[in-house]
């Protein structure tokens, strides 16, 4: 599942930021999930809550979530567009949740009908903050 593969790799980034920073106690992690990949929320927070019990140190972290809403820029004429994932049928969400440069594929710009366009906002999972305690 996806949603594993990123619970655990924002749960070894953690635990690698508390070496770092030298912290007793990682307490909160702010992860930004960007819409173009669709990453299931819900899943995501419940997976994470199993994968930190295999980290030491992060254990008893609160999972925060924030949604980055899609953006792009049209190449052609300028435009700034947002997704509109209600118009796309489930295979080809699925193919843009894994690879989300199959979005030229499917996505145009809704000024000028390009399909040459950047994503700007919304791709991938980030890490935003780590808070804990020194």
């Known amino acids: 599942m996806h949603e594993w593969a990123l619970s655990d790799s924002v749960a ?3 635990l690698e930021v508390k070496k770092e920073q030298n912290l007793k106690t990682v307490d909160e ?3 930004v999930l960007g819409a173009v990949q669709d990453i299931a929320a819900e899943a995501f927070a419940e997976i994470f809550d199993e994968v930190k019990k295999n980290y030491r140190g992060i254990e008893n972290a609160k999972l925060v979530i924030e949604t980055e809403p899609a953006q792009f820029a049209c190449l052609k004429c300028g435009n700034i567009f947002g997704l509109e994932r209600e118009k796309l049928d489930h295979e080809t969400g699925e193919a ?3 690879l989300p440069e199959m979005a030229k594929l ?3 710009c809704n000024k000028c009908g390009s399909p040459d366009f950047k994503i ?3 791709r991938g999972v980030y890490i ?4 804990g305690e020194n």
């Open 29 to 31: 992690i702010t992860v």
């Open 12 to 14: 070894a980034a953690a």
């Open 96 to 98: 843009i949740h894994f």
């Open 128 to 131: 935003r903050e780590i808070k």
């Open 106 to 108: 499917y996505i145009k």
């Open 120 to 122: 700007t906002q919304g």
